[in-house]
């Protein structure tokens, strides 16, 4: 049985943030679940995936996030009990659903999780998804550790049922990804039908339906700030003079720096933990209250402006400071220095900085950037396109899965991204206003997710664009996570369907499509010349598994290659292919055995014929 | 409770995240407060993963700059590049076995010697323990076990309150049933090679 599904009661488990969340869900009974995965959230969804199949919860990967959202909407409005698991950027691509459902409501419990990225550890931005709260009018909740991301999930439910509409459940990596002994507690049971009462005047947004639901909504919003003003997530701590009012992670740095400087029984804490709509009248009282206040938040400062505003309102002008160049700035993350040194200059409390090392005389270090796997596919089909386009200007927009990679040398295959399905649109954007060749890529998982559209849009409007689709049959970047082109029958799934994205293509009405098989070099050269000669739209589906992925099934069969003496020193293998099992030895090229998945893509382009399977 | 803060780094596929599981169940199990975080979205990839984990009455789950209390290289180009996270009164534990990155094995950056790498260390920090895991992984039966070999060399320096029993037991909860003889094995001969 999974894990999570065990009645522990009482007992401590080691949790990651993201098995914690979902063990809350469990808990609170959750009876449907839908995602598109995300880093920082994707084992939220791995794990529902597990359990979806040793239990009656209803689990999805859906298209996109607006689906799944969609999905999970509906879901609520029959009664139970869904979660909707995204990452920060994917609330962009739901954002449409969500911010009707807002009008509309639920009547089961719907929590919507964003996973924010502060950083960019594995994301194109680090937009601040609190504000999602205020342009939506949804509450927001955010925990600090696991154990109270798991208590927190249940009472984002009650929340969302109290008040008949949906909770955002705001988390950042450093909660997704951080581990820490978590308290089980009792699961309730799990209700997974139910019914939907029809009331068309209530659920069909005409404008004279909407115009009744955002009076009700802001009815809420009035609600759910006297909620928050009682809610066990907006704490008060400690006594004295000085305000601290945070966040999140930024809660434990806070906390960890007052024992560090000694201040504690000199400083009151405000943790916000129910930050949409921000509780006001605790925190005007709480302002009164100090003489100074410092606000401490990762990302924008949401809570600074609410707070300034609340001061202003009720007169105050005690100073209230957060974001500036000398305490905290809006980049990237915190870290408990930081938070510690800001503390400490903005109240005045003598402090001294840790002895770092003078590491001024390490010589510069080898680097050791990610790269493709080695016997990747998107090498091979990279490789072939670069050999393709030899001689001919080009612009390649690029798409966001580990395909990205490609971008870097010796590939340099990806000349801009924006987002999830940009390089379909952008690419039929730059084919009208620049003469060059225009050759995008996106991977399969990517082009189920929003390449559709953009296709749809170059067949449509006629943009003269080739269309690279990465096909290697699952999410890779995430963890190999299933999409509706995935044989799910092979992997042991039952009760899925399957798509095809060269019926898809051919259906849009693209007139020239060709599938290739990057590990054959030659013919994919050659097909690739042909689609990019053709005026118009052009695909090409580059068919081959995930080598990582076939790996981890114990499906790999290639045998490892090997360099003969034939080796003149080329190394065209080296610098075309850049693949991770190559190494230089004694001046000579040799492939690392254990690595080498025997693509035989090397093989066939080194111009001695030097590479050869490796006979054991 | 004391605080101790420990950062772990590796290359992706080495196994550090396993053995930082170890390290929390038997936290867990000896009623140690034990927070963790990880970097590891590129780990598949061949880049570098990162944990820290912090021992005792801390809530933070991750390590300033400077403050490691220890540093656990499984590499030792990426200890030398982790001694940013140290300070004066560190003690590293590394790996002495290496794995050149992409980069320097096609010729585009030199990795360091070993003596080098050990020197630069040594100077800056309070104590530097080295030992083959590798090698010693080898011997016990299981190359792919050079995670739990430097986990004993990291118990034998007694800084966490962490038990030899207590990896035990994690070890046996954790890992694989068919690799704990192997792992346990392991786990000893790094105890014994730092003694």
Redesign the interface.
């Given at each position: 049985m999974h894990k999570l599904l065990k009645d522990h009661s009482g007992e401590?488990?080691?949790l990651l943030g993201n098995e914690a969340i979902v063990r809350g869900a469990i808990e609170a009974g959750v009876g449907f679940a839908s995602t598109y995965p995300g880093?920082p959230s994707s084992e939220i969804s791995a794990n529902f995936f597990q359990i979806a199949r040793q239990s009656d919860l209803y689990f999805e990967y859906s298209t996109n996030e607006k689906v799944a959202l969609e999905v999970a909407a509906a879901a609520a409005n029959a009664g139970v009990r869904s979660m909707c698991i995204m990452k920060h950027v994917g609330v962009n691509v739901a954002a449409d659903v969500l911010m009707t459902l807002a009008y509309v409501g639920v009547r089961g419990g719907l929590v919507i999780l964003t996973a924010d990225d502060p950083y960019m550890?594995?994301s194109q931005n680090e937009q601040d998804n609190r504000y999602y709260g205020k342009l939506s009018g949804l509450p927001i909740l955010e925990p600090?550790?696991a154990q109270e991301a798991k208590e927190m999930i249940g009472y984002a439910f009650d929340l969302s049922e109290k008040l008949a509409e949906p909770v955002l459940f705001r988390t950042t990596t450093?909660l997704n990804?951080?581990?820490?002994?978590v308290v089980l507690g009792e699961m309730a049971k799990r209700v997974t039908m139910g019914d939907f009462g029809k009331d068309p005047f209530n659920y069909v947004t005409v404008p004279a339906v909407s115009r009744k639901l955002h009076i009700k909504l802001l009815n809420n919003i009035e609600k759910a700030e006297t909620i928050s003003c009682d809610s066990r997530y907006n704490i008060i701590e400690g006594e004295g003079a000085w305000g601290i009012i945070c966040n999140g992670?930024s809660?434990?740095?806070v906390?960890?720096a007052l024992?560090d400087l000694e201040v504690k029984d000199k400083v009151k804490i405000f943790r916000v933990g129910f930050s949409h709509p921000m509780p006001g009248k605790l925190i005007k009282d709480f302002i009164d209250g100090c003489e100074k206040v410092l606000v401490v938040e990762e990302g924008e400062p949401y809570m600074e402006e609410a707070v300034k505003a609340f001061a202003q309102e009720a007169g105050y002008t005690h100073p209230i400071r957060g974001k500036a160049p000398e305490l905290f700035s809006r980049l990237f993350e915190f870290?408990?220095?930081?938070v510690r040194s800001a503390i400490a200059s903005y109240f005045g409390i003598p402090y001294e900085t840790?002895?770092?090392?003078?590491?001024s005389?390490?010589?510069?270090?080898?680097?050791?950037?990610?790269?493709?796997?080695a016997g990747c596919s998107h090498r091979a089909t990279f490789y072939a396109v670069n050999k393709a386009i030899e001689g001919i200007e080009t612009i390649r927009p690029t798409d966001i899965g580990?395909y990205t990679?490609g971008f870097l040398p010796p590939l340099s295959t990806g000349d801009f991204l924006i987002c999830m399905g940009s390089s379909v649109g952008t690419g039929c954007g730059f084919s009208k206003t620049t003469d060059k060749k225009i050759i995008s890529f996106i991977g399969d998982s990517t082009f189920f997710h929003s390449g559709i559209p953009g296709l749809i849009n170059a067949v449509f409007n006629n943009h003269d664009i080739n269309l690279v689709i990465l096909d290697n049959q699952t999410t890779a970047m995430t963890g190999h996570q299933p999409h509706p082109g995935v044989d799910m029958k092979a992997m042991n799934h039952d009760g899925f369907g399957r798509v095809s994205i060269e019926s898809v293509v051919k259906g849009i009405g693209v007139e020239h499509v060709t599938v290739i098989r990057p590990y054959n070099v030659k013919k994919s050269i050659t097909a690739i010349k042909e689609a990019i000669a053709h005026k118009g739209v052009s695909v090409i589906i580059a068919k081959q598994a995930c080598t990582?992925f076939e790996r981890s099934l114990k499906k790999q069969v290639g045998k490892p290659f090997y360099v003969s003496d034939k080796c003149k020193n080329h190394r065209d293998c080296?610098n075309d292919l850049?693949c991770?099992a190559?190494?230089?030895e004694d001046e000579k090229v040799r492939i690392n055995p254990t690595l080498c998945s025997g693509c035989s893509v090397c093989a066939q382009i080194c111009p001695e014929h030097a590479i050869l399977p490796l006979r054991r | 409770m004391n605080i101790k803060r420990l950062i772990i780094v590796a290359v992706g596929g080495q196994g550090n995240l396993l053995s930082s599981k170890v390290l929390g169940e038997a936290a867990c199990r000896l009623d140690v407060p034990v927070r963790m975080s990880e970097i590891h979205g590129m780990a598949q990839r061949g880049g570098v993963v990162e944990s820290a984990m912090i021992f005792g009455d801390a809530q933070s789950a991750i390590i300033s700059d400077g403050e490691a209390d220890i540093l656990l290289g499984f590499e030792p180009l990426e200890a030398l590049r982790a001694l940013n996270r140290c300070n004066s009164k560190t003690v590293v534990i590394t790996n002495t076995s290496s794995l050149p990155p992409f980069t320097a094995a096609i010729g585009k950056g030199i990795y360091p010697d070993m003596e080098i790498i050990k020197t630069f260390i040594a100077s800056k920090v309070s104590r530097l323990i080295t030992l083959d895991a590798n090698a010693l992984a080898k011997k016990a039966g299981n190359e792919l076990s050079v995670n739990m070999v430097l986990l004993g060399a990291l118990i034998e320096t007694n800084i966490l309150p962490i038990t030899a029993e207590s990896i035990h037991d994690a070890i046996c909860e954790t890992t694989k049933q068919a690799f704990v003889d192997t792992n346990i094995k392991a786990f000893e001969s790094g105890r014994v090679a730092v003694q």
């Open positions: 401590k488990m080691f880093t550890f594995s600090s550790s450093r990804h951080s581990t820490a002994p992670v809660y434990n740095y906390k960890d024992c870290d408990p220095a930081m840790s002895d770092l090392p003078d590491l005389d390490i010589p510069d270090l080898p680097q050791r950037p990610p790269n493709l796997c580990c990679l990582l080296i850049g991770p190559f190494f230089v | -």
